[in-house]
């Protein structure tokens, strides 16, 4: 499936060169228009460039590979700066194995504004930590950077990402496959997560921080009046990793009277949660909880470090779906040496519950996650990995045969939503709207084949 929010990441990096260093900028949203790369290379030649800035995910690898060689042949003077979780997890190695001139590790708007900068004479480019590039035919990495962005000064660029364009019931404009409204906007409220979670990406870091939370609420009302919208989705990695800050933003939320439904569809932490902050979601108001569980084996819950409480787990999922807030789970299957057995109790515990939705995805062991550098004797293979899409095996780290592997996860789709009762509860509580009938379409098309896209 192809999910093409408003690009929230460019727009940050379109700010913080417009207003430190007076940039021109242009955002073009190759995801979002479908655009292949002769039609990209197209909107360049438009433009004319002085420098090309490109973010991936791994997903997305052998596209972007494919448009920076274009680019390189067709302006091989300009510098071509590649970022975003795929350059991330990579490291300096994918200068190896791609065209682009720099990459960017990590958060960027520091970095690509140091960078900028140094191209232009103002700095020494080996001093911009954050940053490899290529020196004399060989990869020079300058090391990772020692702070963090501050994120009091950070500013998204609505402007150029033009947001009327993301608002369609037909495209998957959010993570959130139920909507309340086809005018909707993602929303940061923090950045890092200090979990580790070995099957997760670390772009922000490990260190939690913070935006504003008087200033994030007044971006949103300036954002719900402008266009008109009806509905936030809220994308932290964790936003309830610490409640003083999460209780902060939705009694601010509250206050000011924004009054738009709330999306959390980047999955919670079910045990991080209280009745207090329950209730001022259900207040603010939230009409949307994902929670992000992943496995109902204690001993997979210990190997990917993100050791739930998966008894506290249930009883918050029973407390949010009893508020009618729509509420989903999370699910992976085919960790390192998972077993039948421990997959099935995953299935019955997900089927147990009594939320609305739950996905279930195969295990993505991408560049430079713990279970993608851990993995005994296949370190190699998995490097050269061409990812497609989380519903396909990508590779099989499990003890489970492939067959058996595509088998337990259609099995979790049919034992969780082949219930009068769910599905009594979808039609009660679900918006009814073109989103609900693609995603009920999607659902049951999982419980019988591979792969969908929508």
């Given at each position: 499936?192809?999910?093409?929010?408003?690009?929230?990441?460019?727009?940050?990096?379109?700010?913080?060169?417009?207003?430190?260093?007076?940039?021109?900028?242009?955002?073009?949203?190759?995801?979002?228009?479908?655009?292949?790369?002769?039609?990209?290379?197209?909107?360049?030649?438009?433009?004319?460039?002085?420098?090309?800035?490109?973010?991936?995910?791994?997903?997305?690898?052998?596209?972007?590979?494919?448009?920076?060689?274009?680019?390189?042949?067709?302006?091989?003077?300009?510098?071509?700066?590649?970022?975003?979780?795929?350059?991330?997890?990579?490291?300096?190695?994918?200068?190896?194995?791609?065209?682009?001139?720099?990459?960017?590790?990590?958060?960027?708007?520091?970095?690509?504004?140091?960078?900028?900068?140094?191209?232009?004479?103002?700095?020494?480019?080996?001093?911009?930590?954050?940053?490899?590039?290529?020196?004399?035919?060989?990869?020079?990495?300058?090391?990772?950077?020692?702070?963090?962005?501050?994120?009091?000064?950070l500013e998204v660029d609505w402007e150029g990402i033009n947001p009327p364009a993301y608002f369609s019931w037909w495209r998957r404009n959010a993570m959130?496959?139920?909507?309340?409204?086809?005018?909707?906007?993602?929303?940061?409220?923090?950045?890092?997560?200090?979990?580790?979670?070995?099957?997760?990406?670390?772009?922000?870091?490990?260190?939690?921080?913070?935006?504003?939370?008087?200033?994030?609420?007044?971006?949103?009302?300036?954002?719900?009046?402008?266009?008109?919208?009806?509905?936030?989705?809220?994308?932290?990695?964790?936003?309830?990793?610490?409640?003083?800050?999460?209780?902060?933003?939705?009694?601010?939320?509250?206050?000011?009277?924004?009054?738009?439904?709330?999306?959390?569809?980047?999955?919670?932490?079910?045990?991080?949660?209280?009745?207090?902050?329950?209730?001022?979601?259900?207040?603010?108001?939230?009409?949307?909880?994902?929670?992000?569980?992943?496995?109902?084996?204690?001993?997979?819950?210990?190997?990917?470090?993100?050791?739930?409480?998966?008894?506290?787990?249930?009883?918050?999922?029973?407390?949010?779906?009893?508020?009618?807030?729509?509420?989903?789970?999370?699910?992976?299957?085919?960790?390192?040496?998972?077993?039948?057995?421990?997959?099935?109790?995953?299935?019955?515990?997900?089927?147990?519950?009594?939320?609305?939705?739950?996905?279930?995805?195969?295990?993505?062991?991408?560049?430079?996650?713990?279970?993608?550098?851990?993995?005994?004797?296949?370190?190699?293979?998995?490097?050269?990995?061409?990812?497609?899409?989380?519903?396909?095996?990508?590779?099989?780290?499990?003890?489970?045969?492939?067959?058996?592997?595509?088998?337990?996860?259609?099995?979790?789709?049919?034992?969780?939503?082949?219930?009068?009762?769910?599905?009594?509860?979808?039609?009660?509580?679900?918006?009814?709207?073109?989103?609900?009938?693609?995603?009920?379409?999607?659902?049951?098309?999982?419980?019988?084949?591979?792969?969908?896209?929508?």
């Amino acid at each position: 499936m192809v999910v093409a929010p408003a690009p929230m990441g460019l727009g940050y990096l379109s700010s913080a060169l417009k207003t430190r260093r007076g940039d021109t900028t242009r955002i073009v949203d190759g995801r979002r228009y479908r655009l292949s790369g002769a039609a990209l290379l197209a909107e360049a030649e438009r433009f004319q460039p002085e420098a090309i800035g490109i973010t991936a995910m791994s997903f997305e690898a052998p596209e972007a590979t494919d448009l920076i060689r274009r680019l390189k042949q067709r302006w091989p003077e300009v510098p071509v700066i590649l970022g975003g979780p795929h350059a991330t997890g990579c490291g300096p190695a994918l200068l190896e194995a791609c065209a682009a001139d720099y990459l960017v590790l990590g958060e960027g708007e520091d970095a690509l504004v140091e960078l900028l900068d140094a191209l232009e004479g103002k700095g020494e480019l080996g001093g911009v930590r954050g940053v490899a590039r290529r020196e004399q035919g060989k990869v020079v990495d300058a090391g990772p950077r020692s702070g963090c962005v501050e994120l009091s000064e950070l500013e998204v660029d609505w402007e150029g990402i033009n947001p009327p364009a993301y608002f369609s019931w037909w495209r998957r404009n959010a993570m959130n496959t139920i909507a309340r409204s086809k005018r909707r906007l993602p929303v940061f409220t923090s950045r890092g997560c200090p979990f580790g979670c070995a099957y997760c990406h670390h772009i922000f870091g490990r260190t939690y921080r913070t935006f504003p939370v008087e200033k994030t609420v007044a971006e949103m009302l300036r954002l719900r009046d402008r266009y008109r919208l009806g509905e936030f989705e809220i994308i932290d990695d964790t936003f309830n990793l610490k409640l003083e800050h999460s209780k902060a933003v939705m009694r601010e939320i509250i206050r000011r009277g924004v009054a738009t439904p709330l999306a959390f569809s980047n999955g919670l932490r079910a045990d991080r949660m209280d009745d207090e902050l329950l209730d001022l979601m259900r207040r603010a108001p939230t009409f949307r909880v994902d929670y992000a569980i992943e496995s109902a084996s204690p001993r997979i819950q210990k190997m990917m470090h993100k050791n739930l409480n998966l008894e506290r787990a249930r009883e918050v999922v029973k407390q949010t779906a009893a508020t009618g807030i729509v509420t989903g789970a999370y699910y992976i299957l085919g960790f390192p040496g998972e077993s039948e057995d421990e997959m099935m109790a995953t299935l019955e515990y997900a089927g147990s519950l009594p939320n609305h939705i739950a996905s279930f995805f195969y295990l993505m062991p991408f560049p430079g996650t713990e279970v993608a550098e851990a993995a005994a004797g296949r370190r190699e293979e998995l490097r050269g990995l061409t990812f497609r899409d989380a519903s396909d095996i990508v590779i099989n780290l499990s003890a489970v045969p492939d067959p058996v592997l595509r088998r337990l996860k259609q099995t979790g789709y049919r034992r969780f939503y082949f219930s009068l009762r769910r599905m009594a509860r979808i039609a009660r509580d679900v918006p009814k709207n073109p989103p609900l009938l693609i995603a009920a379409l999607a659902a049951l098309r999982l419980s019988f084949q591979e792969a969908v896209n929508y």
